[in-house]
């Protein structure tokens, strides 16, 4: 699934590639992926210009010269490719813009679980999934003080709590088992029981470990490939995540996996102990 850092490249990369581009014709070819009208889609978007890519938390923001924008979510397998040719893409390509400078946008999506709503500029932030996003890091709309209060009131567990984008927005499966590892608290710990030190020292490592991922172009897990085609190149630097079985680098435990909030979680069951 791509996280923050992920899209972060992906908007990067948009950005490079078809920043100004005119929109020419739109090919729908899985309409769900639309949330609403695709023929309303397709008639405000055919002509305008994309003059920006945004983001906000994991969604991209397509912001065009007609005041609209496109909220892009890529949840599970999206993903953005330009080409030069509409036949370059498969059959997981389910929607197509064509460029006026005749080249080709294509969004694919072998889950088709991504959505794309179109919105005014102006109510953007306002869209329910957006304005439920809690802070995000390294902005200063994320602080101590916002972490804080935001563990103080949830009684689940601090993996379930990280995962559900209402305290901190951004972290995604791999990097919230990264965090809780750096930071040596347990993944079942209830939000709420996790001591000021503890939030003390969490709060900048996950500022430090979004910077450190997106500057190296996030991870390769899955399939995630940017815009560009290049893949991002993180892995390298994952300390628990998919490492089940290897000795915890920090003091050579082998790494467990259980399953925590649903998903896949891997600590060190040394390091990252229950309090109390
Ligand atoms: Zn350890």
């Known amino acids: 699934m791509p996280e923050l850092p992920e899209v972060e490249t992906v908007r990067r990369g948009l950005n490079q590639l078809i920043k100004g581009a005119k929109?020419?014709?739109?090919?729908?070819?899985y309409d769900k992926i639309i949330v609403g009208s695709t023929t309303d889609f397709k008639q405000q978007?055919?002509?305008?210009?994309?003059?920006?890519?945004?983001?906000?938390?994991?969604?991209l923001l397509f912001h065009f010269d007609n005041?609209?924008?496109?909220?892009?979510?890529?949840?599970?397998?999206?993903?953005?490719?330009?080409?030069?040719?509409?036949?370059?893409?498969?059959?997981?390509?389910?929607?197509i813009?064509?460029?006026?400078?005749?080249?080709?946008?294509?969004?694919?999506?072998?889950?088709?679980?991504?959505?794309?709503?179109?919105?005014?500029?102006?109510?953007e932030m306002?869209?329910?999934?957006?304005?439920?996003?809690?802070?995000?890091?390294?902005?200063?709309?994320?602080t101590l003080a916002s972490l804080q209060q935001g563990l103080q009131k949830k009684k689940k567990s601090i993996k379930a709590t990280l995962l559900d984008q209402h305290v901190v927005s951004g972290l995604g499966n791999i990097y919230v088992d990264e965090v809780l590892w750096r930071a040596k608290i347990h993944p079942e710990e209830p939000?709420?029981?996790?001591?000021?030190?503890?939030?003390?020292?969490l709060y900048?490592?996950?500022?430090?470990?979004?910077?450190?991922?997106?500057?190296a172009g996030g991870t390769t897990i899955r399939s995630y490939v940017d815009a560009t085609g290049h893949q991002?190149?993180?892995?390298?630097?994952?300390?628990?995540?998919?490492?089940?079985?290897?000795?915890?680098?920090?003091?050579?435990?082998?790494?467990?996996?259980?399953?925590?909030?649903?998903?896949?979680?891997?600590?060190c069951p040394h390091c990252q102990v229950l309090n109390q």
């Open 232 to 267: 991002g190149n993180f892995q390298l630097q994952l300390n628990v995540y998919k490492q089940e079985g290897n000795p915890c680098s920090r003091c050579g435990t082998p790494i467990e996996k259980i399953k925590v909030a649903g998903r896949g979680t891997h600590f």
């Open 126 to 142: 306002q869209v329910k999934s957006i304005a439920a996003l809690g802070p995000e890091p390294l902005t200063p709309q994320y």
């Open 23 to 29: 929109i020419s014709d739109i090919n729908i070819r």
């Open 45 to 59: 978007l055919i002509g305008a210009t994309i003059v920006e890519v945004s983001r906000r938390a994991k969604y």
């Open 191 to 201: 939000a709420n029981k996790v001591t000021t030190a503890q939030i003390t020292d």
């Open 97 to 123: 813009f064509c460029l006026e400078d005749g080249r080709f946008l294509g969004y694919r999506d072998v889950r088709k679980f991504g959505k794309m709503q179109l919105v005014d500029r102006s109510t």
């Open 67 to 95: 005041n609209l924008t496109m909220i892009s979510h890529l949840r599970m397998e999206g993903k953005y490719q330009v080409r030069d040719s509409q036949s370059e893409f498969d059959k997981h390509v389910h929607v």
């Open 204 to 215: 900048p490592i996950i500022n430090d470990e979004i910077k450190t991922a997106i500057a």
